[in-house]
Nanobody, 123 residues
Framework: QVQLVESGGGLVQAGGSLRLSCAASGRTISYYAMGWLRQAPGKEREFVAGISRSGGITSYADYVKARFTISRDTAKNTVYLQMNSLKPEDTAVYYC????????????????WGQGTQVTVSS
């Protein structure tokens, strides 16, 4: 079983950048595809980005494509989400999650979750 801890959230102005980190413990992330999902107030949790076990395949939601980049560093057992050109509508709690099967695009696909980190984008 893997434990996940997110960090790097905060308050940023529209157009700015943030890099989220997800540190894993208990098991190497090489066993899992990894993803970032987010939940805004009053909305359902939604997929943001995912990366395969090898890192060779990435998947992005249309609303973040070309602005966000997911990556993984197996040596550090960490997954990252680089977020550029942030918009107020990106404001949400961002969750890191592990998928023991493949790069899932729904919340049901993910088996393990972190506690989340808040990202707030001001206009």
């Amino acid at each position: 079983q893997v434990q996940l801890v997110e960090s790097g959230g905060g308050l940023v102005q529209a157009g700015g950048s943030l890099r989220l980190s997800c540190a894993a413990s208990g098991r190497t992330i090489s066993y899992y595809a990894m993803g970032w999902l987010r939940q805004a107030p009053g909305k359902e949790r939604e997929f943001v980005a995912g990366i395969s076990r090898s890192g060779g395949i990435t998947s992005y939601a249309d609303y973040v494509k070309a602005r966000f980049t997911i990556s993984r560093d197996t040596a550090k057992n960490t997954v990252y989400l680089q977020m550029n050109s942030l918009k107020p509508e990106d404001t949400a709690v961002y969750y890191c999650a592990a998928d023991s099967r493949g790069v899932g695009r729904t919340t049901r696909d993910y088996d393990y979750w972190g506690q989340g980190t808040q990202v707030t984008v001001s206009s």
